[in-house]
């Protein structure tokens, strides 16, 4: 609205400009004009006051100038002389009266233009004698008189209908600027008019935007209650989460104090692993010792029935061999010892097996609950699940180690 009322306030500056310009050019016109006419006015009275008979005769001289601006106005405003009433009769008359003029003053002269000029008047020779010239003289005279007065009114007359016309002329310019300005105010004002309608529009649109804005207004007002809630809600889950934060910082912390526990315990498992292979190989290694024993036993057992057989046959003999007798009964008796012994390194052989694999076995279930418990990153204790485990397993690992040994 305050745009709107500044751009009204500069059109009617605009306005009031461009009217003050239209009449000021005719007022002053005007009075250049009613100044001019003064002046000269002024000089033809003190030139009659001063000189007497010269001012009668200059004064012809003076209203022929403004005799030949009026006709020089006439000629070159046709269209201001058909407007005015009375304007065509002016050349007539103007024309007429210099005609009357010369006829009766035949010692004037008249330019190219048609206009008087100064009149030289001779006077009468004094050689003559004044009483036959009297009357003539004085008959003259007072024609001449009547003619000066009506000559005076006739110029008086015209130098009013030039001033009328000069006013009337400057009144026509001024009404041209007038219709011009007034034009140029007409498509100001069509301008103003459809700049008016769309502020018209635009200020239709603001309102449309300003009910918008007052019902999201009225909108966000019952949403604010809400608002301060929700902001309360989310004050207290900040705290909270900065609580549960510090609380998981903690238990981070705690589970990489635990995982760093947890790989140091995998490392020493990945030793027990390698002790584990080792111990794997070595028991493959006695396994393969056990094969070889078992050979070896079969030979002796093959070994011990030949010397069965030949105990048997010593047995026989005995008659005929007696001293031989007792060298086998040493070596059967030695061998029956040896094969004892390897009875009884086979059997140890086949403890210390079992014993391997039920190590195995337990070294085995402990990495894989220790990589439960990686996984998990909450494990359960250690040694209730280890001694739960063993109670368990150590039957069942017994029982294969039975079976091995037998």
Avoid at 270 to 282: A, G, H, I, M, P
Wanted: charged letters at 30%.
């Amino acid at each position: 609205m305050k745009g709107l009322l500044e751009i009204g306030m500069e059109d009617g500056r605009l306005l009031l400009l461009k009217l003050g310009v239209a009449l000021a050019v005719p007022i002053a016109g005007y009075l250049v004009s009613h100044l001019n006419f003064q002046t000269s006015a002024d000089t033809v009275g003190n030139d009659e006051s001063a000189t007497g008979r010269r001012s009668i005769d200059a004064a012809p001289i003076g209203c022929g100038r403004d005799l030949k601006d009026g006709l020089l106005i006439l000629q070159n405003e046709e269209a201001i002389v058909n407007v005015v009433h009375g304007t065509s009769a002016a050349p007539a008359t103007i024309t007429a009266v210099t005609n009357n003029f010369t006829e009766q003053s035949p010692e004037n002269l008249v330019d190219e233009d048609g206009l008087l000029l100064q009149v030289v008047k001779q006077e009468p020779e004094r050689a003559g004698p004044r009483n036959s010239t009297g009357d003539k003289f004085e008959g003259k005279k007072v024609k001449t008189d009547a003619e000066i007065v009506y000559l005076r009114d006739l110029v008086q007359s015209l130098c009013d209908r030039i001033r009328s016309l000069d006013i009337q002329m400057l009144e026509y310019y001024g009404s041209k600027e007038q219709d011009a300005a007034i034009r140029e105010l007409e498509g100001e004002l069509k301008l103003n008019s459809v700049k008016a309608s769309r502020l018209s529009l635009k200020i239709e649109s603001l309102k449309n935007e300003n009910q918008r804005l007052k019902l999201q207004a009225s909108e966000y007002r019952k949403i604010a209650p809400e608002l301060d809630s929700a902001r309360v809600i989310i004050k207290h889950l900040k705290r909270r989460m900065s609580s549960v934060h510090v609380q998981a910082r903690e238990e981070i912390a705690f589970l990489e104090q635990k995982i760093r526990k947890l790989n140091d315990v995998e490392h020493k498992d990945s030793q027990e692993d390698v002790d584990l292979q080792n111990k794997l190989k070595r028991l493959k290694e006695l396994e393969d010792e056990a094969y070889e024993l078992g050979k070896e036993n079969s030979i002796l057992s093959q070994e011990n029935m030949e010397l069965a057989q030949r105990l048997a046959y010593a047995e026989t003999s005995i008659s005929t061999l007696e001293e031989p007798q007792a060298e086998v009964m040493e070596e059967v008796h030695q061998l029956g010892e040896a094969n004892d012994n390897l009875e009884k390194e086979i059997e140890q052989l086949q403890a210390d097996r079992c014993a391997d694999v039920e190590e195995l076995v337990y070294l085995r279930w402990l990495n894989a609950c220790l990589r439960y418990e990686l996984r998990q990153h909450q494990p359960p204790s250690e040694e209730i699940v280890c001694r739960g485990s063993k109670q368990v397993l150590e039957p069942n690992i017994r029982g294969e180690s039975q079976a091995a040994h037998t």
